[in-house]
């Protein structure tokens, strides 16, 4: 019975040996992947050399581990002994040696943690550096458009000490809503109140040669479809839409409404 019990205690020790070396085994590879995990997200340039410091203590961490790991497999494999010690005495000194392991698996999770938590601070931190970024890139677009509306600004003011601007009024006995003024370049035809620029009906174009004919009946169509029915419009004509001229003088009764022209240079600059 004796010799019995022994053997069964010899068993036990020996699959503790093992489990002792698979959980080991477990907390260095998951240290190894969370390692692998921060140096994956190392992203932003500005804290390359930041994250460069942290992966150099990290390596040292897991030489320092890997080091124990080989102490902790030497001395598993000289338990033997002590197993044999351990069945003649199995509480005092089975009790030592399991508290000795203990420790240093207490050791390696404490590290784990240290490691888990290093981990979420740079997860955040960069996250953080992305939100940054992209404020910025929104930021140097809205300072692009602004740079755009003050360059406008300044030619429009420029043009204005040339006294090439110019603001049309509404003919005397004529409805400010029932006004309209067309502008005629390269691009088409841009139609608006005289007295309210907020709202333009753009009649576009890709070349006057093939499309002046659908263009005026378009625009035909257009001043039909306008509420209140449109009774006057002042023809702006750029020299880039000067094809749309003949049309306008030649057909310009198929309109129904009263109207004007004038010619106005292609930097000329209509005040709204």
Same mark, same amino acid.
């Given at each position: 019975?004796?010799?019995?019990?022994?053997?069964?205690?010899?068993?036990?020790?020996?699959?503790?040996?093992?489990?002792?070396?698979?959980?080991?085994?477990?907390?260095?590879?998951?240290?190894?992947?969370?390692?692998?995990?921060?140096?994956?997200?190392?992203?932003?340039?500005?804290?390359?050399?930041?994250?460069?410091?942290?992966?150099?203590?990290?390596?040292?961490?897991?030489?320092?581990?890997?080091?124990?790991? %080989?102490?902790?497999?030497?001395?598993?494999?000289?338990?033997? +002994?002590?197993?044999? *010690?351990?069945?003649?005495?199995? *509480?005092?000194?089975?009790?030592?040696?399991?508290?000795?392991?203990?420790? *240093?698996?207490?050791?390696?999770?404490?590290?784990?943690?240290?490691?888990? %938590?290093?981990?979420?601070? #740079?997860?955040?931190?960069?996250?953080?550096?992305?939100?940054?970024?992209?404020?910025?890139?929104?930021?140097?677009?809205?300072?692009?458009?602004?740079?755009?509306? %003050?360059?406008?600004?300044?030619?429009?003011?420029?043009?204005?000490?040339?006294?090439?601007?110019?603001?049309?009024?509404? &003919?005397?006995?004529?409805?400010?809503?029932?006004?309209?003024?067309?502008?005629?370049?390269?691009?088409?035809?841009?139609?608006?109140?005289?007295?309210?620029? +907020?709202?333009?009906?753009?009649? &576009?174009?890709?070349?006057?040669?093939?499309?002046?004919?659908?263009?005026?009946?378009? #625009? %035909?169509?257009?001043?039909?479809?306008?509420?209140?029915?449109?009774?006057?419009?002042?023809?702006?004509?750029? &020299?880039?839409?000067?094809?749309?001229?003949?049309?306008?003088?030649?057909?310009?009764?198929? #309109?129904?409404?009263?109207?004007?022209?004038?010619?106005?240079?292609?930097?000329?600059?209509?005040?709204?």
């Amino acid at each position: 019975m004796r010799g019995r019990r022994q053997t069964q205690l010899g068993i036990s020790l020996f699959a503790f040996q093992d489990i002792i070396m698979s959980v080991t085994g477990v907390l260095i590879l998951i240290i190894l992947l969370l390692v692998l995990e921060l140096v994956n997200q190392v992203a932003t340039d500005h804290l390359q050399e930041h994250y460069q410091a942290i992966a150099v203590e990290l390596k040292t961490e897991i030489a320092s581990l890997k080091g124990e790991l %080989k102490l902790l497999n030497q001395e598993l494999k000289t338990d033997n +002994e002590a197993v044999e *010690q351990a069945i003649k005495n199995p *509480q005092s000194l089975l009790d030592e040696h399991l508290r000795s392991e203990r420790e *240093q698996i207490d050791q390696l999770e404490s590290r784990v943690s240290s490691l888990e %938590k290093l981990s979420e601070e #740079l997860t955040a931190e960069s996250e953080l550096q992305q939100e940054n970024r992209e404020l910025l890139d929104q930021r140097e677009v809205e300072i692009a458009e602004l740079q755009l509306m %003050k360059d406008q600004l300044v030619e429009k003011l420029e043009k204005l000490k040339a006294q090439k601007a110019v603001k049309y009024k509404v &003919p005397k006995g004529i409805n400010p809503t029932q006004a309209w003024l067309c502008e005629v370049d390269g691009s088409g035809l841009s139609l608006s109140l005289l007295d309210n620029f +907020e709202k333009d009906i753009l009649i &576009p174009i890709t070349s006057w040669d093939t499309e002046a004919d659908i263009t005026f009946i378009a #625009l %035909k169509n257009q001043l039909s479809a306008i509420n209140p029915r449109v009774r006057y419009v002042l023809f702006l004509v750029r &020299p880039s839409g000067r094809d749309f001229n003949d049309h306008l003088v030649v057909q310009g009764e198929e #309109l129904s409404i009263e109207f004007g022209i004038e010619y106005i240079p292609e930097d000329h600059v209509i005040l709204r």
